[in-house]
C-alpha cells in the first residue's frame, strides 16, 4: 500500500511540467491572460507610482510627528527603518524584475535558495536564545528543504502552475513559507532546548545510564 502510494506520488512528479522555455513562457502566459480577460470584467487595477509611496508615507510622518509630540524618542529610529525599508525593497523589486522575467530554473531555485539561507542564519543568531553545535546546517535543511516541497507541490497541484516553479507565483509563495517556517522552528527549538535545560540533571542520569542521544 505504502510503495504504490510511493509509485503515484513519483508518477505525479513526473507528469508535472517543470521547465519551459522563455519564449514558450511568454506565449503560454499571454494565452492565460486573454482567456482570463474574456471570461471576466476588466479590472482598473494600476501600477503603483510615487504618489502612491507618499500617501503610505504620510502614515510614517504621523508616527513620527507622534513621537515627537509624546517625547518617545523614537523619530529616528523610524526614520532609519522607513529609509532601509525604501532601499532594500528598491533592491529587491530590481532583482525580482529579471527574475520574473524568465523560467530559467537556476535563477529561480537560487533565488529560493538565498532566501533559505537567510532565513536559517537569522532563525540561529538572531531569534534562537541558545545554540548548539551544528544547528545552523540543521535549520538549514529544515526550512529550505519543507518549504520548497510545500512550494513545488502547492504550485504544480493546487494552483496548476506551468511549470511548477514559475518565478510569479513560486517565489512569493516560498517567501511566505519561509516566514511560516522561521516561527515554528523558532518556536519549536526554544521549547525544546529550554526544556532540556530545565531537566537537565535528568537527562545527564539517562546518558550516565547509557541512553543514547535519541532517548
Avoid at 94 to 112: K, R
Avoid at 147 to 156: F, P
Avoid at 167 to 173: C, G, K, N, S, Y
Amino acid at each position: 500500500m505504502a510503495l504504490d502510494a510511493v509509485r503515484a506520488v513519483c508518477g505525479w512528479l513526473a507528469s508535472l511540467t517543470w521547465y519551459v522555455p522563455a519564449h514558450e513562457y511568454r506565449n503560454l502566459k499571454t494565452f492565460h491572460m486573454t482567456a482570463d480577460t474574456a471570461s471576466v470584467a476588466p479590472s482598473n487595477d494600476h501600477a503603483l507610482t510615487w504618489k502612491n509611496v507618499a500617501i503610505a508615507a504620510l502614515l510614517l510622518a504621523v508616527n513620527v510627528a507622534l513621537s515627537s509630540w509624546f517625547h518617545l524618542g523614537l523619530s529616528r529610529s523610524i526614520l532609519v527603518s522607513a529609509a532601509r525599508c525604501v532601499v532594500q525593497l528598491t533592491v529587491l523589486g530590481m532583482v525580482l524584475n529579471q527574475i520574473f522575467q524568465t523560467q530559467n530554473p537556476v535563477y529561480i531555485f537560487g533565488m529560493a535558495a538565498t532566501l533559505g539561507v537567510l532565513s536559517a542564519f537569522e532563525v540561529t543568531y538572531w531569534r534562537a536564545k541558545r545554540r548548539f553545535p551544528r544547528m545552523y546546517a540543521g535549520t538549514l535543511v529544515s526550512i529550505t528543504g519543507s518549504a520548497l516541497v510545500v512550494a513545488l507541490l502547492g504550485n504544480g497541484y493546487s494552483l496548476a502552475r506551468t511549470p511548477a516553479y514559475s518565478a510569479v507565483e513560486f517565489i512569493p509563495t516560498i517567501g511566505m513559507l519561509f516566514g511560516n517556517c522561521m516561527i515554528g522552528v523558532s518556536l519549536g527549538m526554544n521549547a525544546v532546548i529550554e526544556a532540556l535545560d530545565t531537566h537537565r540533571d535528568r537527562a545527564e542520569a539517562m546518558l550516565s545510564f547509557g541512553a543514547s542521544r535519541w532517548e
